[in-house]
């Protein structure tokens, strides 16, 4: 049975586990949520995931949300992106630090300087939340020195979680030429057999609202 | 040997971890950091975890960090707080949502409006990020509504993570007595025997800087 997942092409947390779901060759497919409409915060979606979050995931009887777990679903289906069983700590904890570090702030400083109309963007909060992450993008940018990928030999969900949010266009305080490591790293990434940028994957884009 | 926790007592991140040890019943002390001087932001601590994060835990030849890997260790090694294997990943689920959008938010919010000097915090930002923690508390309380613990018949990770920055006594925009649902999950989490404050689980605070 096709696996559904309820995403759509702006969010860098869908992206992740359809990034995932398309690396690991399972049979998927998306199903648009209409976030910037609010589905996110109706009853009906609610039903689906009482986080009222994307993404979601449904393959059958089992319904799971947070990407991280949708990722650790993929793994225990396929084998893949968990690394060794050494690793597994070491993965999960930068899937977490992503969570709280990376993705949580990207996502909330993109947000607010590019889907806002322009009128409502609150300067004092997207300079304070540069701040914070530039913070995140050294701790990224210093672990990568010297490695291929975040954790051992090759990509793990550590990797499909934090590079995420990087791949989009639209300005959040990230220049890929400030941070040499994460932009090499990106490269990696984007030259796996396979991968896709995000407004590729999961349906909508910024221009359908233009 | 003894588990060496490197902690501070104002710190929700590493109550989540001190918590789960605690009520294991594993041998454990905690190393106080000192993260009001810039500990965490110095070059020794840096080489015990290059994210540069309380908590971090020291078993014997093994450094852990993020709260959500130290409780999986604690799971790993104890078999407790992981609940069933069937609810594995709702566990992870509420762990992943908690440090995105509940504890990182709580804290940053906590530590705007408490810790910074009065003439130093950013009323705009505490405004904008206050109305993003309404909206989880709402889910959260919501989703207590008739159970007792977050994910199943037992306290698990999800409680250890979900639970920790609301009993800090410092204002953050937190009431209990608006959210019932929270407020009586709370009061069972501190009715378990050997529950522990955190001011009192962890050294340090805030009349330390008084
Ligand atoms: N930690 C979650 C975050 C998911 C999340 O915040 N998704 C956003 C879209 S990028 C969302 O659906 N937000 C709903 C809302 O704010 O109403 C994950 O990794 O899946
Ligand atoms: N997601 C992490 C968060 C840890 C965290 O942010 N800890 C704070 C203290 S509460 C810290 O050490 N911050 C260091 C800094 O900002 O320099 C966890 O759950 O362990």
């Not at 909330?108 to 304070?128: S, Y």
Request: hydrophobic share 40%; glycine share 8%.
């Amino acid at each position: 049975m096709t696996i559904k997942l309820y995403c759509f092409g702006e969010s860098g947390n869908a992206y992740k586990a359809a990034l995932a779901l398309e690396l690991s060759g399972l049979d998927w497919a998306p199903v648009y949520v209409d976030f910037f409409n609010g589905e996110t915060r109706g009853e009906a979606f609610r039903k689906i995931n009482a986080q009222g979050e994307a993404p979601t995931m449904v393959d059958g009887d089992l319904t799971l949300s947070q990407s991280g777990v949708i990722q650790q679903y993929i793994t225990d289906k396929t084998g893949k992106f968990g690394g060794t069983a050494e690793e597994k700590y070491e993965v999960l904890r930068w899937v977490l630090w992503d969570n709280h570090k990376l993705s949580s702030q990207v996502g909330m400083t993109r947000f607010l300087m590019n889907f806002l109309p322009e009128d409502k963007r609150p300067a004092d909060v997207i300079t304070f939340m540069q701040g914070r992450l530039k913070a995140a993008f050294t701790t990224l940018n210093a672990h990568l020195e010297g490695r291929e990928w975040m954790v051992g030999d090759s990509i793990t969900n550590a990797d499909l979680s934090c590079c995420s949010y990087l791949f989009y266009p639209e300005p959040f305080g990230f220049d890929r030429a400030d941070w040499p490591h994460i932009d090499a790293w990106l490269t990696r990434v984007s030259d796996l057999p396979g991968w896709k940028h995000p407004y590729d994957l999961m349906p909508g884009n910024p221009s359908d609202r233009a």
